[in-house]
């Protein structure tokens, strides 16, 4: 089988907006559910409803990747889990290191979706000598000092960064220097790389911080809704903006999608 230092996904050569890539695991999740339950074929709709995106651009998204599906029929759910998986780089494997085992580390080395989509968790590192050799999710973990080692014999071209923040832009060069061309970073810091290398940042309090945005958007139109024009509260001054605007309303993409954090 193949290495994650043997081909790379032609999803930018071939013009594929990032924004459709980003909800291609969207797409492959609601797909694989429907496949585990035996289902042949499925909708535009119904795979857009499963996506949690409109139809018209599930529809679109799918025209990049030459796929379109049979009037009255719909699209052939198997087909669809390969496309996408090969579009993906799904068909092969990737090797993938974990830096920091700490308890959002150590999580991550136990989640089971890894494997199921493709990845494999070669390697756990942490600069902890006391956690050297201890196992976690059945690997033992390996002391930082041997990490250009690791990437170098296990050909790792993905790294995971749960490490603290302060240490984390140090993790990301070393990671970088011995090969290691994209980063799923979980440390709440913003990491410099070169050009062509990629990073994917997750950051669970900027999440928190969105839906918080979301709730009190809610509260304040149940508020209007109750007090109304006729309640006598009504002062004639035009309404403030929620506070948490600045915070949290800038992450919207230019489509409107907030990509989810996790996978299912």
């Known amino acids: 089988m193949a290495t994650g230092r043997t081909h790379r996904p032609a999803t930018r050569s071939r013009g594929i907006p990032e924004a459709t890539v980003a909800r291609l695991p969207l797409y492959l999740r609601a797909l694989t559910a429907l496949s585990e339950r035996s289902v042949p074929t499925v909708s535009s709709e119904e795979l857009a409803a499963a996506a949690g995106v409109n139809s018209a651009k599930l529809r679109k998204d799918f025209s990049y990747l030459g796929s379109y599906g049979t009037r009255g029929v719909g699209y052939d759910v198997e087909y669809l889990v390969y496309q996408i998986s090969r579009e993906l780089g799904l068909t092969q494997d990737w090797p993938v290191v974990i830096v920091g085992i700490g308890n959002l580390g150590a999580a991550l080395a136990g989640y089971g979706g890894f494997a199921s989509r493709g990845f494999r968790v070669a390697a756990l590192i942490d600069a902890d000598p006391a956690m050297t050799g201890k196992p976690v999710a059945g690997i033992p973990v390996q002391h930082s000092d041997d990490l250009e080692k690791i990437i170098n014999e296990d050909g790792v071209s993905i790294g995971v960064i749960a490490t603290p923040a302060g240490v984390a832009q140090q993790v990301c060069d070393r990671l970088v220097a011995a090969g290691v061309t994209s ?36 509260a304040g139109e149940e508020a209007g809704a109750e007090s109304g024009p ?30 989810a954090v996790m996978p299912a």
């Open 183 to 218: 980063i799923l970073n979980f440390a709440p810091t913003v990491l410099s790389v070169p050009d062509g290398v990629d990073v994917r940042k997750v950051d669970l309090s900027i999440e928190l911080q969105i839906l918080a945005f979301h709730e009190q958007r809610k």
């Open 230 to 259: 006729d309640s006598g509260t009504d002062t004639g001054a035009p309404a403030a903006p929620p506070a948490a605007r600045t915070a949290g309303g800038s992450r919207k993409g230019p489509d409107g999608d907030v990509p």
